[in-house]
């Protein structure tokens, strides 16, 4: 999960449980190069569903 994610729900400190990256997509940190990443959403988990916290496009 990219810092920056982690940095941000830090700072705005939404209610929420936290933070998830799903299926580990090809280019997310520690899943190969991140110059060369599939397309991939940051979900936002909360106690009465999900929604998209950031979205990250191919590269």
Do not use: C, H, N
């Amino acid at each position: 999960m990219p810092t920056v994610d982690i940095r941000r729900l830090l700072s705005e400190r939404p209610d929420a449980i936290g933070l998830a990256v799903p299926g580990m997509p090809y280019g997310s940190p520690g899943m190969g190069q991140e110059d060369e990443r599939d397309a991939y959403d940051v979900p936002l988990i909360r106690k009465d569903g999900t929604e998209i916290f950031s979205g990250y496009e191919a590269a």
